[in-house]
């Protein structure tokens, strides 16, 4: 069966500081990745997704970036974290094909002080 | 352009009343759509989910029905219990890109003993 795990859970990061999430996938190959933030209480919004190695597509500016190195990992990184960043990431897959689910990792809560 | 609406919570419930949470869809073609839970401090599990015209999703004893003619994916359950307390996303995959879902902003659910 396919398992996504996303690591830290928690994370509490001083303002200027870089931050890298990380994100693997087992049990399927060449799945399309996405990172998603959501702001306390409010919905979710796609950062960024991925359709294969090295395939980013960015959705909205912002000070974060997202690599795929290998086929089943999907980082997100900063070079410099601003208060802004504060919020719960979520890294999710789904198979390719059409109208399909996507199956979530358990987030990561980012503070930044 | 494509687009969910969800109705907007906090929704507060009694043990054992019924539970409805409406969802309703833009798309060109036919979408699938679907239904996620988040329960608190955790990631989005898919719930349920329905991909043509008529097909009733169901788990955990919640329902929903896609409706083309009124373009509605409303969530329900009979009896709702304190552990269904979560947030509830609907969304939708669109025919032919499955590289985003659309997704509505989400209703809180709270249910009380």
């Known amino acids: 069966s396919q398992t996504i795990h996303q690591w830290p859970a928690t994370l509490v990061q001083p303002v200027g500081s870089p931050l890298s999430l990380e994100c693997t996938v087992e049990g ?25 190695i090295g395939q980013i597509s960015s959705e909205v500016p ?17 070079k410099k974290l601003l208060l802004s960043d504060s919020g719960f990431y979520l890294c999710a897959w789904s198979v390719k094909g059409a109208n399909t689910e996507a199956f979530f990792g358990q987030g990561t809560r980012l503070t930044v002080v | 352009g494509n687009s969910v609406t969800q109705m907007e919570g906090p929704v507060t419930l009694s043990e054992e009343a019924f539970l409805t949470i409406n969802c309703t869809y833009t798309a060109t073609g036919y979408p699938s759509l679907f239904w996620y839970v988040q329960y608190p401090g955790e ?8 991909t043509k015209a008529d097909d009733k999703g169901s788990n955990k004893g919640f329902e929903a029905t896609y409706r083309k003619e009124t373009t509605s994916f409303h969530l329900e359950k009979g009896s709702v219990q304190v552990s269904d307390s979560a947030v509830y996303f609907c969304a939708l995959a669109r025919a032919g890109n499955n590289r985003k879902l659309i997704w509505g902003l989400g209703t809180s659910l709270a249910v009380n003993p």
């Open chain 2, 43 to 50: 990631g989005l599990q898919l719930l349920l989910k329905a």
């Open chain 1, 28 to 52: 399927t190959s060449n799945p399309n990745l996405y990172w998603y933030r959501q702001a306390a209480g409010r919905g979710l919004q796609l950062l960024f997704y991925s359709v294969g």
């Open chain 1, 62 to 78: 912002q000070n974060l970036s997202a690599s795929r190195p290998q086929d089943r990992q999907f980082i997100l990184s900063s």
